[in-house]
Protein backbone atom coordinates (compact mmCIF):
# COMPACT_ATOMS: atom_id res chain seq x y z
CA UNK A 1 0.00 0.00 0.00
CA UNK A 2 1.28 3.26 -0.94
CA UNK A 3 -0.16 6.88 0.05
CA UNK A 4 1.11 9.88 -2.37
CA UNK A 5 0.43 13.40 -2.32
CA UNK A 6 1.26 16.67 -2.73
CA UNK A 7 1.47 19.56 -0.06
CA UNK A 8 3.36 22.99 -0.09
CA UNK A 9 4.36 22.29 -3.78
CA UNK A 10 6.19 19.13 -2.84
CA UNK A 11 5.03 15.48 -4.24
CA UNK A 12 5.70 12.66 -1.72
CA UNK A 13 5.31 8.98 -1.41
CA UNK A 14 4.56 7.13 1.52
CA UNK A 15 5.01 3.39 1.74
CA UNK A 16 2.78 2.41 4.26
CA UNK A 17 4.04 -0.74 5.85
CA UNK A 18 7.92 -0.27 5.51
CA UNK A 19 7.38 3.88 6.49
CA UNK A 20 9.84 4.84 4.04
CA UNK A 21 9.13 8.70 2.57
CA UNK A 22 10.09 9.44 -0.63
CA UNK A 23 10.25 13.43 -2.36
CA UNK A 24 9.17 12.36 -6.13
CA UNK A 25 9.14 14.52 -9.29
CA UNK A 26 6.50 14.48 -11.51
CA UNK A 27 7.69 12.00 -13.64
CA UNK A 28 7.50 9.09 -10.68
CA UNK A 29 3.96 10.49 -9.61
CA UNK A 30 2.55 10.06 -12.62
CA UNK A 31 4.07 6.33 -12.95
CA UNK A 32 2.73 5.51 -9.58
CA UNK A 33 -0.93 5.70 -10.59
CA UNK A 34 0.33 2.29 -12.44
CA UNK A 35 1.96 0.19 -9.89
CA UNK A 36 2.31 -2.02 -8.24
CA UNK A 37 2.09 -3.92 -12.10
CA UNK A 38 3.14 -1.30 -13.99
CA UNK A 39 1.76 -2.67 -17.35
CA UNK A 40 4.04 -1.18 -19.99
CA UNK A 41 1.78 -0.91 -22.87
CA UNK A 42 -1.01 1.01 -20.72
CA UNK A 43 2.43 3.13 -19.13
CA UNK A 44 3.31 4.12 -22.60
CA UNK A 45 0.63 4.81 -23.94
CA UNK A 46 -0.77 7.31 -21.67
CA UNK A 47 2.48 8.77 -20.49
CA UNK A 48 4.75 8.23 -23.45
CA UNK A 49 3.87 11.37 -25.58
CA UNK A 50 4.40 13.57 -22.88
CA UNK A 51 7.80 12.20 -20.95
CA UNK A 52 9.26 9.40 -24.42
CA UNK A 53 9.59 5.97 -24.04
CA UNK A 54 13.05 6.14 -22.67
CA UNK A 55 12.62 8.49 -20.14
CA UNK A 56 9.63 6.18 -18.74
CA UNK A 57 11.73 3.38 -18.94
CA UNK A 58 14.48 5.01 -16.76
CA UNK A 59 11.85 6.02 -14.32
CA UNK A 60 10.33 2.55 -13.88
CA UNK A 61 13.73 1.29 -13.10
CA UNK A 62 14.26 3.74 -10.25
CA UNK A 63 10.53 2.66 -9.57
CA UNK A 64 11.73 -1.14 -9.34
CA UNK A 65 14.80 -0.69 -7.16
CA UNK A 66 12.83 1.11 -4.53
CA UNK A 67 10.19 -2.33 -4.76
CA UNK A 68 13.31 -4.67 -4.94
CA UNK A 69 14.96 -2.49 -1.38
CA UNK A 70 11.70 -3.17 0.51
CA UNK A 71 10.97 0.71 0.29
CA UNK A 72 7.99 0.75 -1.74
CA UNK A 73 4.62 -1.52 -2.41
CA UNK A 74 6.13 -3.67 0.61
CA UNK A 75 3.70 -6.61 1.23
CA UNK A 76 1.90 -7.33 3.98
CA UNK A 77 0.74 -11.04 5.13
CA UNK A 78 -2.51 -10.64 6.98
CA UNK A 79 -1.13 -13.69 8.98
CA UNK A 80 1.37 -11.10 10.68
CA UNK A 81 -1.08 -9.38 12.51
CA UNK A 82 1.45 -8.17 15.75
CA UNK A 83 0.04 -8.91 19.02
CA UNK A 84 1.29 -8.40 22.84
CA UNK A 85 2.97 -11.46 24.24
CA UNK A 86 1.96 -12.90 27.36
CA UNK A 87 -1.28 -11.55 29.72
CA UNK A 88 -1.87 -7.86 29.92
CA UNK A 89 0.38 -5.49 31.98
CA UNK A 90 -1.18 -2.22 33.40
CA UNK A 91 1.72 0.45 33.29
CA UNK A 92 -0.27 3.92 33.22
CA UNK A 93 -2.82 5.62 35.09
CA UNK A 94 -4.67 8.70 34.77
CA UNK A 95 -5.08 9.50 38.87
CA UNK A 96 -7.97 11.80 39.00
CA UNK A 97 -6.93 14.40 41.94
CA UNK A 98 -9.97 16.59 41.53
CA UNK A 99 -13.47 16.38 40.30
CA UNK A 100 -13.79 19.99 40.44
CA UNK A 101 -11.99 22.54 39.31
CA UNK A 102 -11.38 26.28 39.55
CA UNK A 103 -12.26 27.23 35.74
CA UNK A 104 -15.66 27.25 33.61
CA UNK A 105 -14.63 26.02 30.06
CA UNK A 106 -17.25 26.08 28.15
CA UNK A 107 -16.01 22.85 26.46
CA UNK A 108 -15.20 21.07 29.11
CA UNK A 109 -15.58 17.07 28.16
CA UNK A 110 -15.32 17.40 31.71
CA UNK A 111 -18.34 18.87 32.54
CA UNK A 112 -16.29 21.40 33.81
CA UNK A 113 -14.53 19.11 36.38
CA UNK A 114 -17.46 17.18 37.75
CA UNK A 115 -17.64 14.54 35.09
CA UNK A 116 -21.21 14.98 35.16
CA UNK A 117 -21.32 13.37 38.95
CA UNK A 118 -20.93 15.24 41.94
CA UNK A 119 -17.88 17.30 42.65
CA UNK A 120 -15.09 16.04 44.67
CA UNK A 121 -11.33 15.18 45.72
CA UNK A 122 -9.36 12.32 46.06
CA UNK A 123 -8.32 11.42 49.15
CA UNK A 124 -4.93 9.74 50.18
CA UNK A 125 -6.29 6.94 51.10
CA UNK A 126 -8.03 6.07 47.79
CA UNK A 127 -5.14 7.39 46.29
CA UNK A 128 -2.87 4.91 47.93
CA UNK A 129 -4.80 2.74 46.73
CA UNK A 130 -5.07 3.39 43.34
CA UNK A 131 -1.05 3.42 43.52
CA UNK A 132 -0.59 -0.39 45.18
CA UNK A 133 -3.84 -1.19 42.46
CA UNK A 134 -0.78 -0.04 39.77
CA UNK A 135 1.72 -1.92 41.09
CA UNK A 136 0.31 -5.07 41.65
CA UNK A 137 -1.21 -4.82 38.08
CA UNK A 138 2.18 -4.03 36.55
CA UNK A 139 3.77 -7.66 36.01
CA UNK A 140 7.16 -7.10 34.80
CA UNK A 141 7.32 -3.56 34.21
CA UNK A 142 9.65 -1.52 36.29
CA UNK A 143 8.98 2.24 34.72
CA UNK A 144 5.09 3.22 35.86
CA UNK A 145 3.69 6.63 34.62
CA UNK A 146 1.29 8.37 36.59
CA UNK A 147 -0.61 11.59 35.27
CA UNK A 148 -2.41 13.61 38.19
CA UNK A 149 -5.53 14.87 36.55
CA UNK A 150 -8.78 16.21 37.02
CA UNK A 151 -10.62 18.82 36.51
CA UNK A 152 -7.84 20.68 38.33
CA UNK A 153 -5.49 18.46 40.15
CA UNK A 154 -3.78 21.26 42.17
CA UNK A 155 -6.98 21.58 43.93
CA UNK A 156 -5.86 18.87 46.10
CA UNK A 157 -2.22 19.53 46.08
CA UNK A 158 -1.20 18.55 48.69
CA UNK A 159 -2.55 15.08 48.65
CA UNK A 160 -0.88 15.10 45.28
CA UNK A 161 2.38 15.47 47.07
CA UNK A 162 1.67 13.24 49.03
CA UNK A 163 1.11 10.29 47.33
CA UNK A 164 4.26 11.13 45.11
CA UNK A 165 6.05 10.72 48.66
CA UNK A 166 3.91 7.50 48.83
CA UNK A 167 4.86 6.37 45.45
CA UNK A 168 8.56 7.17 46.16
CA UNK A 169 7.83 4.14 49.29
CA UNK A 170 6.62 1.92 47.12
CA UNK A 171 9.19 1.87 44.33
CA UNK A 172 11.88 0.52 47.26
CA UNK A 173 9.65 -1.93 47.93
CA UNK A 174 8.89 -3.35 44.96
CA UNK A 175 11.45 -2.32 42.74
CA UNK A 176 9.72 -0.32 40.44
CA UNK A 177 10.14 3.48 39.33
CA UNK A 178 7.60 6.19 39.19
CA UNK A 179 7.18 8.65 36.25
CA UNK A 180 5.01 11.09 37.74
CA UNK A 181 3.07 13.83 35.13
CA UNK A 182 0.36 16.66 35.85
CA UNK A 183 -1.89 18.27 34.17
CA UNK A 184 -2.58 22.11 34.94
CA UNK A 185 -4.69 24.99 34.10
CA UNK A 186 -1.52 26.88 35.46
CA UNK A 187 -4.55 28.81 37.67
CA UNK A 188 -2.43 27.96 41.28
CA UNK A 189 0.84 27.79 40.24
CA UNK A 190 3.14 29.75 42.14
CA UNK A 191 6.85 29.59 42.96
CA UNK A 192 6.67 26.86 45.72
CA UNK A 193 4.44 24.50 43.69
CA UNK A 194 7.16 25.43 40.48
CA UNK A 195 9.71 24.35 42.05
CA UNK A 196 8.01 21.26 43.56
CA UNK A 197 6.84 20.04 40.22
CA UNK A 198 10.24 20.52 39.13
CA UNK A 199 12.00 18.17 41.24
CA UNK A 200 9.60 15.54 41.13
CA UNK A 201 7.73 16.02 37.67
CA UNK A 202 9.30 14.37 34.76
CA UNK A 203 6.46 16.52 32.64
CA UNK A 204 4.07 18.96 32.78
CA UNK A 205 0.95 19.79 30.39
CA UNK A 206 -0.56 23.09 30.71
CA UNK A 207 -3.30 24.18 28.96
CA UNK A 208 -3.31 27.48 27.28
CA UNK A 209 -5.72 28.20 24.39
CA UNK A 210 -3.32 30.65 22.19
CA UNK A 211 -4.40 34.35 21.51
CA UNK A 212 -6.21 36.27 24.83
CA UNK A 213 -9.44 36.78 22.72
CA UNK A 214 -9.08 33.35 21.42
CA UNK A 215 -8.32 31.66 25.13
CA UNK A 216 -10.87 34.03 27.12
CA UNK A 217 -13.68 33.36 24.65
CA UNK A 218 -14.22 29.82 26.47
CA UNK A 219 -11.64 29.39 29.22
CA UNK A 220 -13.27 31.48 31.99
CA UNK A 221 -13.21 31.72 36.00
CA UNK A 222 -16.28 30.80 38.00
CA UNK A 223 -17.16 34.68 37.96
CA UNK A 224 -16.88 34.49 34.06
CA UNK A 225 -13.97 36.17 33.64
CA UNK A 226 -10.78 35.48 31.09
CA UNK A 227 -8.31 33.58 32.70
CA UNK A 228 -5.83 34.37 30.09
CA UNK A 229 -3.74 37.09 31.94
CA UNK A 230 -4.43 35.06 35.37
CA UNK A 231 -2.41 32.00 33.78
CA UNK A 232 0.24 33.32 30.86
CA UNK A 233 3.05 34.86 33.00
CA UNK A 234 3.07 31.54 35.20
CA UNK A 235 3.08 29.30 32.46
CA UNK A 236 5.80 31.06 30.98
CA UNK A 237 7.96 31.28 34.36
CA UNK A 238 7.43 27.44 34.64
CA UNK A 239 8.61 26.62 31.18
CA UNK A 240 11.40 28.69 31.31
CA UNK A 241 12.20 27.42 34.94
CA UNK A 242 12.68 23.82 33.30
CA UNK A 243 14.99 25.20 30.71
CA UNK A 244 12.11 24.60 27.66
CA UNK A 245 11.86 20.71 28.21
CA UNK A 246 9.96 18.30 29.12
CA UNK A 247 6.27 20.49 29.30
CA UNK A 248 3.45 21.20 26.83
CA UNK A 249 1.40 24.43 26.92
CA UNK A 250 -1.79 22.46 25.26
CA UNK A 251 -4.97 24.39 23.65
CA UNK A 252 -8.24 23.58 21.70
CA UNK A 253 -9.07 24.69 18.69
CA UNK A 254 -13.03 25.29 17.88
CA UNK A 255 -14.98 26.49 15.45
CA UNK A 256 -14.87 30.20 16.58
CA UNK A 257 -10.92 30.10 15.71
CA UNK A 258 -10.10 27.49 12.96
CA UNK A 259 -7.33 29.72 11.85
CA UNK A 260 -5.72 28.13 14.92
CA UNK A 261 -2.34 28.38 13.17
CA UNK A 262 -2.16 32.39 14.62
CA UNK A 263 -2.93 30.41 17.96
CA UNK A 264 0.02 28.49 17.65
CA UNK A 265 2.45 30.86 16.83
CA UNK A 266 1.08 33.45 19.20
CA UNK A 267 2.14 30.68 21.96
CA UNK A 268 5.40 30.40 20.07
CA UNK A 269 5.90 34.09 20.68
CA UNK A 270 5.32 34.10 24.22
CA UNK A 271 8.75 31.80 24.68
CA UNK A 272 7.17 28.16 24.48
CA UNK A 273 8.82 25.71 22.51
CA UNK A 274 6.73 22.86 23.26
CA UNK A 275 3.24 23.31 21.97
CA UNK A 276 0.23 20.95 20.80
CA UNK A 277 -2.94 22.32 20.15
CA UNK A 278 -5.51 20.27 19.14
CA UNK A 279 -9.22 20.03 17.60
CA UNK A 280 -12.45 20.13 19.91
CA UNK A 281 -14.44 16.86 20.01
CA UNK A 282 -17.99 17.24 20.38
CA UNK A 283 -21.34 17.05 19.21
CA UNK A 284 -23.57 19.11 17.25
CA UNK A 285 -25.21 20.44 19.69
CA UNK A 286 -22.61 22.33 20.75
CA UNK A 287 -21.98 25.53 19.04
CA UNK A 288 -18.18 25.52 19.07
CA UNK A 289 -18.61 21.97 17.33
CA UNK A 290 -16.05 20.91 14.35
CA UNK A 291 -18.42 19.80 11.28
CA UNK A 292 -17.25 18.75 7.84
CA UNK A 293 -17.65 21.71 6.04
CA UNK A 294 -14.67 23.22 8.40
CA UNK A 295 -11.90 20.96 7.34
CA UNK A 296 -11.09 23.38 4.50
CA UNK A 297 -10.24 26.44 6.54
CA UNK A 298 -8.85 23.59 8.77
CA UNK A 299 -6.66 22.01 6.41
CA UNK A 300 -5.51 25.43 5.17
CA UNK A 301 -4.47 26.35 8.61
CA UNK A 302 -2.07 23.11 9.18
CA UNK A 303 -0.64 24.30 5.70
CA UNK A 304 0.08 27.46 6.72
CA UNK A 305 1.39 26.35 10.29
CA UNK A 306 3.89 23.73 8.34
CA UNK A 307 5.16 26.61 6.19
CA UNK A 308 5.70 28.84 9.54
CA UNK A 309 7.18 26.06 11.25
CA UNK A 310 10.13 25.56 8.72
CA UNK A 311 10.63 29.06 8.40
CA UNK A 312 11.04 29.77 11.99
CA UNK A 313 13.40 26.53 12.74
CA UNK A 314 15.40 27.63 9.31
CA UNK A 315 15.49 31.37 11.10
CA UNK A 316 16.95 29.68 14.55
CA UNK A 317 13.64 30.16 16.18
CA UNK A 318 12.11 27.04 15.84
CA UNK A 319 10.06 25.15 18.51
CA UNK A 320 8.10 21.64 18.39
CA UNK A 321 4.62 21.09 17.41
CA UNK A 322 3.50 18.14 19.00
CA UNK A 323 1.51 16.60 16.02
CA UNK A 324 4.46 17.38 13.36
CA UNK A 325 6.47 15.32 15.10
CA UNK A 326 6.87 11.90 13.69
CA UNK A 327 9.39 8.78 13.27
CA UNK A 328 10.05 8.23 10.58
CA UNK A 329 12.21 4.79 11.27
CA UNK A 330 9.19 3.87 12.98
CA UNK A 331 10.60 3.24 16.98
CA UNK A 332 7.88 1.59 18.26
CA UNK A 333 7.21 -2.20 18.07
CA UNK A 334 4.60 -2.80 15.71
CA UNK A 335 2.09 -4.01 18.27
CA UNK A 336 2.52 -0.07 19.72
CA UNK A 337 1.90 1.25 16.24
CA UNK A 338 -1.01 -1.08 16.07
CA UNK A 339 -2.80 -0.67 19.36
CA UNK A 340 -2.41 3.11 19.83
CA UNK A 341 -2.30 4.71 23.54
CA UNK A 342 -3.47 1.29 25.22
CA UNK A 343 -6.58 2.44 26.91
CA UNK A 344 -8.27 0.01 28.98
CA UNK A 345 -5.48 -2.48 28.22
CA UNK A 346 -2.22 -0.80 29.38
CA UNK A 347 -3.56 2.27 30.53
CA UNK A 348 -6.50 3.04 33.14
CA UNK A 349 -8.02 6.11 34.89
CA UNK A 350 -9.14 6.42 38.69
CA UNK A 351 -11.61 8.70 40.03
CA UNK A 352 -12.03 10.30 43.09
CA UNK A 353 -13.93 7.13 44.68
CA UNK A 354 -11.87 4.58 43.03
CA UNK A 355 -13.86 3.69 40.15
CA UNK A 356 -11.31 2.28 37.32
CA UNK A 357 -12.16 3.21 33.32
CA UNK A 358 -10.09 2.67 30.17
CA UNK A 359 -9.20 6.20 30.34
CA UNK A 360 -9.79 9.95 31.47
CA UNK A 361 -12.72 10.32 28.23
CA UNK A 362 -14.70 6.77 29.50
CA UNK A 363 -14.82 8.34 33.10
CA UNK A 364 -18.54 8.47 33.98
CA UNK A 365 -19.86 6.29 31.45
CA UNK A 366 -20.81 3.13 33.53
CA UNK A 367 -21.37 1.16 30.66
CA UNK A 368 -17.27 1.53 30.91
CA UNK A 369 -16.32 0.90 34.74
CA UNK A 370 -13.86 -1.28 35.06
CA UNK A 371 -13.98 -1.98 38.71
CA UNK A 372 -12.94 -0.20 41.64
CA UNK A 373 -9.07 0.06 43.45
CA UNK A 374 -10.72 0.15 46.98
CA UNK A 375 -12.27 -3.23 46.49
CA UNK A 376 -9.39 -4.32 44.11
CA UNK A 377 -11.95 -5.36 41.67
CA UNK A 378 -11.09 -5.24 37.77
CA UNK A 379 -13.09 -6.57 34.97
CA UNK A 380 -10.31 -8.33 32.89
CA UNK A 381 -12.99 -9.34 30.05
CA UNK A 382 -13.13 -5.66 29.44
CA UNK A 383 -9.52 -5.15 29.71
CA UNK A 384 -8.92 -8.03 26.75
CA UNK A 385 -11.36 -6.24 24.74
CA UNK A 386 -9.76 -3.07 24.84
CA UNK A 387 -6.61 -4.94 24.14
CA UNK A 388 -7.51 -7.15 21.27
CA UNK A 389 -8.97 -3.63 19.38
CA UNK A 390 -6.20 -2.78 16.96
CA UNK A 391 -6.01 -1.20 13.86
CA UNK A 392 -6.29 -5.01 12.02
CA UNK A 393 -9.64 -5.91 13.96
CA UNK A 394 -10.97 -2.14 12.44
CA UNK A 395 -12.00 -2.19 9.13
CA UNK A 396 -11.68 1.20 7.91
CA UNK A 397 -8.26 1.73 9.49
CA UNK A 398 -6.99 -1.40 8.09
CA UNK A 399 -7.87 -0.13 4.45
CA UNK A 400 -6.12 3.43 5.59
CA UNK A 401 -2.69 4.89 4.78
CA UNK A 402 -2.44 6.55 7.97
CA UNK A 403 -2.74 3.36 10.54
CA UNK A 404 0.66 3.14 11.80
CA UNK A 405 0.75 6.80 12.99
CA UNK A 406 -2.71 6.80 14.46
CA UNK A 407 -2.80 3.58 15.80
CA UNK A 408 -6.53 3.52 14.78
CA UNK A 409 -7.28 6.45 16.73
CA UNK A 410 -8.93 7.20 19.88
CA UNK A 411 -11.10 4.83 21.65
CA UNK A 412 -13.03 7.20 23.25
CA UNK A 413 -13.76 8.99 20.73
CA UNK A 414 -15.11 6.33 18.44
CA UNK A 415 -17.51 4.60 21.15
CA UNK A 416 -19.15 8.28 21.92
CA UNK A 417 -19.75 9.07 18.43
CA UNK A 418 -19.89 5.29 16.43
CA UNK A 419 -20.78 3.52 19.44
CA UNK A 420 -17.71 1.20 19.02
CA UNK A 421 -14.82 1.29 19.94
CA UNK A 422 -13.81 -0.23 16.15
CA UNK A 423 -15.74 2.37 14.59
CA UNK A 424 -13.90 5.30 14.05
CA UNK A 425 -14.41 8.65 14.38
CA UNK A 426 -14.25 10.38 10.61
CA UNK A 427 -13.85 13.86 11.12
CA UNK A 428 -11.03 13.24 13.40
CA UNK A 429 -9.44 10.49 10.96
CA UNK A 430 -9.55 13.25 8.13
CA UNK A 431 -7.67 15.86 10.52
CA UNK A 432 -5.16 13.43 11.73
CA UNK A 433 -4.23 12.45 7.84
CA UNK A 434 -3.56 16.43 7.06
CA UNK A 435 -1.85 16.71 10.25
CA UNK A 436 0.66 13.40 9.19
CA UNK A 437 0.85 14.43 5.78
CA UNK A 438 2.44 18.28 6.71
CA UNK A 439 4.87 16.09 9.35
CA UNK A 440 5.90 13.59 6.90
CA UNK A 441 6.44 16.64 4.60
CA UNK A 442 8.65 18.46 7.04
CA UNK A 443 10.49 15.34 7.96
CA UNK A 444 11.40 14.25 4.90
CA UNK A 445 12.63 18.28 3.86
CA UNK A 446 14.65 17.93 6.75
CA UNK A 447 16.36 15.17 5.89
CA UNK A 448 16.79 15.96 1.77
CA UNK A 449 18.03 19.52 3.40
CA UNK A 450 20.59 17.63 6.02
CA UNK A 451 21.85 15.23 3.15
CA UNK A 452 20.53 11.75 4.26
Same mark, same amino acid.
Given at each position: ??????????????????????????? +??????????????? @????????????????????? %??? +??????????? =?????????? *?????????????????????????????????????????????????????? %???? @??????? *????????????????????????????????????????? +??????????????????????????????????????? =? #???????? %??? #?????????????????????????????????? *??????????????????????????????????????????????????????????????????????? @?????????????????????????????????????????????? #?????????????????????????????????????????????????????????
Amino acid at each position: MIHKFEIGGIRLVLDVHSGAVHIIDEL +IWDLLDFGPEFPWEA @VNAALGQKYGSETLKEGLEEI %REL +IDAQMLYTSWD =PQDKPAMAGE *PVIKAMCLHAAHDCNLRCSYCFASTGDFKGERGLLDLETGKKALEFLVQHSGHR %RNLE @VDFFGGE *PMMNFEVVKKLVQYGRELEKQYNKKFKFTITTNGLLLDDEA +INYINREFVNVVISIDGRPEVHNHLRKTRTGMGSYDLIV =P #KAVKLAES %RNQ #KDYYVRGTFTKYNKDFDKDVLHLADLGFKQISVE *PVVASEEEEYHLSAEDLPEIFNAYERLMQAYRDRKNQGCGFNFFHFMVDLEQGPCAAKRSMGCGAGNEYIA @VTPTGDIYPCHQFVGDEEFRMGNVLNTTFNKKMQKMFGSSNVFTKE #KCAACWAKFYCSGGCAANAQHFSGSINEPYELGCEMEKKRLECALALKALELLEEGC
